[in-house]
Every structure is written in C-alpha cells, then in structure tokens.
T-cell receptor
Framework: AQSVTQLGSHVSVSEGALVLLRCNYS??????LFWYVQYPNQGLQLLLK??????LVKGINGFEAEFKKSETSFHLTKPSAHMSDAAEYFC??????????FGKGTLLTVNP | DGGITQSPKYLFRKEGQNVTLSCEQN?????MYWYRQDPGQGLRLIYY???????QKGDIAEGYSVSREKKESFPLTVTSAQKNPTAFYLC?????????????FGDGTRLSIL
C-alpha cells in the first residue's frame, strides 16, 4: 500500500519569497515520486519526477524537489516565488505498478 | 502537437440520465486512466486501461462504465446509478503502466447536475 500526505492545504507567500511545499509518502517498495501543478479549471501538468539516481530533481518553472529516503519526504521548493506560481500543487507516489496515489493538494497563493 | 483532448469542457446532467465524457489522445500511449477530482480530496481513480479492449476498475468505479475500442480513445459514461456525479473529471495517459512512467493529463470536464 502507498499513501501521500501533503502538509498544509493552503500556503501563502510573498512574491520573491521562498516557496516550500511539503510532501511525505509511505510505500512498501522503493517509490517513484511526482509533483504536478494545476491551474484553475485545467488539468494537471507534470512539474518534476524522481525515479532513480540523483535525489535532487530539477523541474520546470524553477522548481526542484529532494528525495529524502530517511525522512520519507519529497518536498517541493522554489527560491523566489512569482505571481504566476499561484496554483494548486499535488504530490503523487507510485510503488511497483501503475497505481498513482495523490495527496490532497496544496493551494499556493502568491501575494504582491 | 501531441496531447490529450477532453470534451466537452462543461456538461450538465439531468436526473436519471446517462452522460458520456470523451477522451482522445494522439500520444500513441498504451495506458489510459480516468480520475475524479472533488475539492480538497485529491484525485481518485475510476477506471484504467492498459491496452485496447481491456480495462480494470479503480477505487471508485461504481456508477461508471468505460470502453476501449481504439488505442486513442477511452470514453467514460456516468450512469444514473452514480448518485453524486458532480465533480471535475480528468483523463490521463502514459506510455505504459510501468511505475517510472509519468501520467499526462487532459484539461478536464466539469460535470454538474441540473
């Protein structure tokens, strides 16, 4: 079985500030981890993914995430928030097969 | 450009009516999926298909049906048995069902009850 917990359903930051969205997972096998972004009334867009290899993963739009096995975490960060980053972000985990399990999402608000 | 097309973008259902949501992909992906999204609930898997003429139930299949007659198409029917159909429905596809393969999503269909 696998699960994802996103800490904080709503995160608010100022433009130019650090963005940190938290994700913890559980998986009985080595996980594959994904972050998706969703803008209002749109589908999900893949930001980045961890499969194997380097634990620091860089994605689109300046986002990156670090896989920490000891902490079962895969937090998403961006050094400087932009107004266009305002959206909902979903962390997701796969174990050994097709099944993609999503967290409940974190809504990011960016204040001018 | 390759991608996933969902139609219509908005759909309204009357009581006792079946409605069908369209999902077409030109990515040449073998696997396709349907998810339901409710506010604050994340995404929940309704059905998935690994190859043509084969599909499997996901976590919340009751009240829904699918078909996979063509590789590029995976329509979802919301039947009258689904008592709470109001939600945002997302179709996705992936090259295969191996764990490392990411899923790519369409822009969704929002279904409401009249």
């Amino acid at each position: 079985a696998q699960s994802v917990t996103q800490l904080g359903s709503h995160v608010s930051v100022s433009e130019g500030a650090l963005v940190l969205l938290r994700c913890n997972y559980s998986s009985s096998v080595p996980p594959y981890l994904f972050w998706y972004v969703q803008y209002p009334n749109q589908g999900l867009q893949l930001l980045l993914k961890y499969t194997t290899g380097a634990t620091l993963v860089k994605g689109i739009n300046g986002f990156e995430a670090e896989f920490k096995k000891s902490e079962t975490s895969f937090h998403l960060t961006k050094p400087s928030a932009h107004m266009s980053d305002a959206a909902e972000y979903f962390c997701a985990v796969k174990g050994s097969n097709y099944k993609l399990t999503f967290g409940k999402g974190t809504l990011l608000t960016v204040n001018p | 450009d390759g991608g996933i097309t969902q139609s219509p973008k908005y759909l309204f259902r009357k009581e006792g009516q079946n409605v069908t949501l369209s999902c077409e992909q030109n990515l040449n992906h073998d696997a396709m999926y349907w998810y339901r999204q409710d506010p604050g609930q994340g995404l929940r898997l309704i059905y998935y298909s690994q190859i043509v003429n084969d599909f499997q139930k996901g976590d919340i299949a009751e009240g829904y049906s699918v078909s996979r007659e063509k590789k590029e198409s995976f329509p979802l029917t919301v039947t009258s048995a689904q008592k709470n159909p109001t939600a945002f429905y997302l179709c996705a596809s992936s090259i295969g069902t191996e764990a490392r393969q990411p899923q790519h999503f369409g822009d969704g269909t929002r279904l409401s009850i009249l």
